[in-house]
Nanobody, 120 residues
Framework: QVQLVESGGGLVQAGGSLRLSCAAS????????MGWYRQAPGKQRELVAT???????NYADSVKGRFTISRDNAKNTVYLQMSSLKPEDTAVYHC??????????????WGQGTQVTVSS
């Protein structure tokens, strides 16, 4: 079991920056992978960025060079630093954790979501 608490969303002008935080209730090294997903109105939920316990990362093409996912192991927290924000980044952002429930099954856990709105 893992609980995820998100913060950092808000309203920002295009070109601005925000940092989203996701605090986990257990060591992030005990979690197979964590990531950020977003869902904009009228669109399917999409993966934004992921980070494994090893520290390896990957990003959606649409955010490469603008967003950075990172972790603070001491705080059991994963961050998404967003810069050069665009109106198309507007979405509800959810933190996700994949945790081994059995030797063969990964369970998904989700944060409550935080709204990011980028104005023109």
């Amino acid at each position: 079991q893992v609980q995820l608490v998100e913060s950092g969303g808000g309203l920002v002008q295009a070109g601005g920056s925000l940092r989203l935080s996701c605090a986990a209730s257990r060591s992030i090294f005990s979690i197979n992978a964590m990531g950020w997903y977003r869902q904009a109105p009228g669109k399917q939920r999409e993966l934004v960025a992921t980070i494994a316990s090893s520290g390896s990362t990957n990003y959606a093409d649409s955010v490469k060079g603008r967003f950075t996912i990172s972790r603070d192991n001491a705080k059991n927290t994963v961050y998404l630093q967003m810069s050069s924000l665009k109106p198309e980044d507007t979405a509800v952002y959810h933190c996700n954790a994949k945790v081994w429930a059995t030797a063969t099954r990964l369970d998904n856990y989700w944060g409550q979501g935080t709204q990011v709105t980028v104005s023109s």
